[in-house]
């Protein structure tokens, strides 16, 4: 929370384009009313400023192309031009000192030592930012040997329909999907995301780029089998690959939060994507 404040105020202070349009998670039965419930309660105890329940009627006041039975709202979730965000941080540590090397691969860490393919870096402070691969880099310094990293391909579809914030299904926490959602970016874009594939060509498979020795070391570890024999998991998965591979699936995903016009074929154009490091 304190982090997400100042992030804001940083935004203001560097004219970085930032809108507060709010966060909403829509329910649309009594089940995912318990589970709103839930969420609330989470929210409040750890202080996020402002969270509140509201009604079917308050919700198609802030959403009119929405349909739910309550939601969670949150008025102070927000979206960034992430680019000038990143940006901004990256020119002002560079002229506090801070040196850049990039496509600089990580091959060995002994103490403070850090060996690279381009050369060695000695340093009193390691920090382990690596994404996708931030499990390969914490066993080279022979911490969390119990984990590992399973890559998840997010796919996004542009839309044409009128939303105003960030729309939200009511998540299952136990699982690490959090459905098809709606997002306002903000060039005004309204984007419907992401679907959920296992990576199976690789950590970084963006585009056909494939990796077969990082699936194959995925599969035959023992994290990556409990994970699939879990029964209720599998069902998810299945559920989001369906998404992923079928339009008509997708579409009927997005048309579950809406009333009045659902959207069809034509609404729909490719957007971006992203593999998540779950």
Not at 158 to 185: A, C, E, Q, W
Not at 227 to 235: I, M, Q, T
Request: charged fraction near 25%.
């Amino acid at each position: 929370l304190e982090g997400s404040l100042m992030l804001r105020d940083y935004c203001r202070e560097h004219d970085i384009p930032m809108h507060e349009c709010g966060t909403i998670v829509v329910a649309r039965n009594s089940e995912e009313e318990n589970r709103l419930e839930n969420l609330l309660q989470m929210g409040l105890e750890v202080g996020v400023p402002c969270l509140r329940i509201i009604g079917r009627d308050e919700l198609k006041e802030k959403e009119t192309a929405i349909e739910g039975t309550k939601a969670l709202f949150s008025p102070t979730g927000a979206i960034v031009n992430s680019t000038a965000l990143v940006a901004s941080i990256a020119n002002e540590a560079k002229s506090l000192g801070a040196h850049y090397h990039m496509g600089c691969k990580v091959e060995s860490i002994e103490k403070d030592m850090v060996t690279t393919n381009y050369g060695r870096f000695k340093s009193d402070q390691i920090i382990n930012c690596a994404g996708l691969y931030c499990d390969k880099i914490a066993h080279m310094m022979h911490m969390g040997l119990d984990f590992m990293v399973v890559p998840f391909k997010g796919s996004y579809m542009k839309i044409n329909l009128p939303i105003n914030s960030m729309v939200y299904h009511v998540p299952d926490l136990r699982y690490p999907f959090l459905g098809v959602h709606l997002t306002k970016s903000i060039d005004g874009k309204v984007i419907a995301g992401p679907t959920a594939e296992l990576s199976w060509r690789g950590r970084e498979a963006y585009d056909r780029k494939t990796d077969i020795s990082e699936f194959l070391e995925m599969l035959k570890s023992i994290n990556f089998l409990r994970l699939v024999s879990n029964s209720e998991f599998l069902k998810i998965a299945a559920q989001n690959f369906r998404i992923t591979i079928s339009k008509k699936t997708f579409i009927n995903e997005v048309n579950s939060f809406l009333t009045g016009r659902k959207i069809s074929e034509c609404d729909i154009h490719p957007y971006k994507c992203g593999i998540r490091a779950q």
